[in-house]
């Protein structure tokens, strides 16, 4: 291997650094290890019982009518997660995409929506109408509503029991920090909140935008409770593989509405070729806890490594971890730079570009971004991006195989090492 590392041009202190820091990290992979082969395990008995063969991968045009690998995907997925029913599909063109779905076919004029963890995710501001736009749901009459974490990051459930009135239809549950700076919500808490807003009002609905967090425990928020989630094919349950695509499983009353919203009343689930993309869906999806696992290791890696050298780190090296997002607040422009070399020279592709900071729609800053991926803008692949302003925090995610992702943070490191930016002590 010392060979290899001197071929990508990596120091022998880093090579010896990292090795350091990796001979404490192998109970936490035990772990994640654990967990993936539970998940590998539910996704085969998922595959066996819904017989999936070799027919279920033929391609459909046009309408799609009578798509019977189509079909059994979706039923794969709700058997993995352990819904009723399941809308998985490449016509939910992203994540945002599959939220705006799910809202919009579950909430109705003068129904009120409820998030109880702060402010979503970015994209969602729209969707929502937080920032006003076309077709946001506010625009349709529906309200929103918002209680915050505590500053401790627990709930407020004063706060959740003032906000749940008459008109609160449903409740929407960030599993990952995404881009926050606060905690990633365990799906034990999860099932805690969910128990609290039902206890409250129990015909409420709740849905759980479960982005990053898929395979990262044994258990999902389908199983404590969540009536749907929600997420991207680009990101954890598509393995890597899938090219395109989303999903919403959960109760078959809120599936057949998100159908009915996808396509159009009264045609749902039964329109929608599936082109050529169904090969990939399933082999992605049997592949997800194997790549999530690796992504995992990757972020705990980091964590490990950049905390042992003095950087804030969140989650921090020892913490459990709920989703694959890995922030590192660097400091200085010059090593969010740096850093964001290092991942991208690692890429399989477009290793010999250089990423360079500009601007982006939505930020007040610069922003940086680094990928070198198969799949155009997936975040289960190795990348990193982050906002030129302090803290210059990198948001690091994904791996395809735990291997890259060790190499893409040896090369981060040697990055900021060859320019001067760090001095690794001695371990
Ligand atoms: C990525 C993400 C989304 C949006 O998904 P896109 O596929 O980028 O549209 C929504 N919520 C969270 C928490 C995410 O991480």
């Known amino acids: 291997m010392r ?14 650094y990292c090795a350091g820091v990796l001979s404490g990290l192998r109970e936490r992979f035990d772990a994640v290890d654990a967990v993936a082969e539970e998940n590998q395990a539910k996704v085969l008995l998922a595959m066996q019982r819904q017989r999936v063969d070799a027919q279920c991968f033929a391609g459909s045009t046009g309408y799609g009518y009578n798509d019977a690998g189509r079909d059994t995907l979706e039923q794969v997925y709700a058997d993995a997660f352990h819904t009723e029913s399941a809308l998985v599909r ?30 979503p995710y970015d994209t969602l501001e729209e969707v929502i109408g937080i920032r006003p736009s076309a077709c946001s749901l506010a625009e349709y009459g529906v309200s929103y509503r918002q209680v915050d ?5 627990s709930f407020d459930y004063d706060g959740i029991r003032a906000a749940v009135n008459a008109k609160t239809r449903l409740i929407t549950i960030q599993r990952s920090k995404g881009y926050a700076m606060r905690p990633t919500l365990s799906v034990a808490r999860i099932g805690e909140l969910i128990a609290f807003c039902k206890a409250l009002k129990p015909d409420v609905l709740c849905m759980v935008d479960n982005c990053y967090g898929e395979f990262v ?26 090219p395109i ?9 809120c ?18 070729a599936s082109l050529d993309v169904k090969t990939s869906l399933y082999q992605g999806f049997f592949m997800a806890p194997v790549t999530v696992a690796g992504a995992l290791k990757g972020a705990i890696f980091a964590a490990r490594l950049y905390e042992s050298l003095g950087f804030r780190v969140l989650p921090d090296g020892s913490e459990s971890r709920h989703d694959i997002i890995q922030a590192v607040e660097l400091g200085s422009a010059e090593k969010l730079i740096a ?10 592709v477009d290793s010999y570009v250089r990423p360079v900071p500009a601007p982006m729609p939505g930020y007040d800053a610069d922003v940086i971004m680094a990928a070198g991926a198969f799949v155009q803008g997936s975040s289960i692949e190795l990348s990193a991006d982050g906002p030129l302003r302090a803290p210059y925090s990198v948001y ?32």
């Open 339 to 348: 850093f964001c070399e290092g991942i991208q020279a690692a890429a399989p």
């Open 396 to 427: 690091f995610q994904g791996g395809l195989t735990w291997y890259h992702a060790k190499l893409g943070i040896m090369m981060s490191l040697q990055k900021l090492f060859e320019k001067g930016l760090v001095t690794l002590p001695d371990n």
């Open 90 to 119: 490449p016509q939910l063109v992203c994540g945002t995409h599959a939220l705006a779905v799910a809202l919009s076919a579950n909430l109705l004029p003068g129904d009120e929506l409820l998030s109880p963890v702060g402010k």
């Open 149 to 153: 974490l505590l500053p401790d990051g």
């Open 245 to 253: 695509g989303g999903y919403i499983c959960g109760t078959k009353q």
């Open 3 to 16: 060979d290899y590392y001197s071929d990508f041009g990596i120091a022998p202190a880093v090579a010896d």
């Open 255 to 272: 599936v057949d509405r998100c159908a009915y919203r996808l396509s159009a009343p009264g045609l749902g689930q039964e329109v929608g």
């Open 217 to 242: 425990e044994p258990l999902e928020p389908s199983d404590v409770g969540a009536d749907m989630i929600v997420g991207s094919l680009i990101k954890n349950p598509g393995g890597g593989l899938a």
